[in-house]
């Protein structure tokens, strides 16, 4: 199956700096890519949506100043967390399709990134 | 809006235990549902996708139903072992999105 991958699979940084996830698909080309975000014990959110050479579509009450997505390559998918503080501390989980996929939709999930903010 | 519901929340079973995990949508104008599998700390394993044309899916212990009419699909998994601890979370789309539900999380107890 398709594979997608995350780096760093988690990060400490102290509040007000930012920081950086890359979102990876290894086998194939996305041009649409995901975030989520998952506090514990919780389901995943959807962020937005990444499309490769436009600008992201953010869900409601996502900031996206805050949270800058950049999708430059059809493999490649950013997530910067800007002025980071601790109520950003989560789990951020990406996942791209393949559009060449068996299935049509479906979606290939990263390993996550745990980020917590000091 | 699509709202996805699973019951149990939480499910704890003796290992041999045949059970069912139960995933509701409120929109029935799907064209697939997936199972996933996610680990604690880890990001999510794709279990089973069943097309909206299809009534089950089976992948070794695990069978997956869709009752797209009704808005539910359950989860069945035989003869269960330890290694099957995990959050199970069902998910459909809605457009380019999935909607995921809060997940049931099942342990296997030795």
């Known amino acids: 199956g398709a594979v997608v991958s995350q780096h760093p699979s988690w990060v400490i940084c102290k509040s007000g700096t930012s920081v950086k996830i890359e979102c990876r698909s290894l086998d194939f080309q996305a041009t649409t890519m995901f975030w989520y975000r998952q506090f514990p014990k919780q389901s995943l959110m959807l962020m937005a949506t990444?499309?490769?050479?436009?600008?992201?579509?953010?869900e409601q009450g996502v900031e996206k100043d805050k949270f800058l997505i950049n999708h430059a390559s059809l493999t490649l998918s950013t997530l910067t967390v800007t002025s980071a503080h601790p109520e950003d501390s989560s789990f951020y989980i990406c996942s791209a399709r393949d559009p060449e996929g068996e299935f049509y939709n479906e979606q290939f999930f990263g390993p996550g990134t745990r980020l917590t903010v000091l | 809006k699509q709202e996805v519901t699973q019951i149990p929340a939480a499910l704890s079973v003796p290992e041999g235990e045949n059970l069912v995990l139960n995933c509701s949508f409120t929109?029935?104008?799907?064209?697939?549902l997936q199972w996933f599998r996610q680990d604690p700390g880890k990001g999510l394993t794709s279990l089973l996708l069943i097309q909206s044309s299809q009534r089950e899916q089976t992948s070794g212990r695990l069978n997956a139903s869709l009752d797209k009419s009704s808005g539910r699909s359950t989860l069945y998994i035989a003869a269960s072992q330890p290694g099957d601890s995990a959050t199970y979370l069902c998910a459909v789309p809605s457009g380019s999105r999935l909607t995921f539900g809060e997940g049931t999380q099942l342990t296997v107890n030795p």
């Open positions: 990444s499309n490769e050479g436009s600008k992201a579509t953010y």
């Open positions: 929109d029935s104008a799907i064209y697939n």
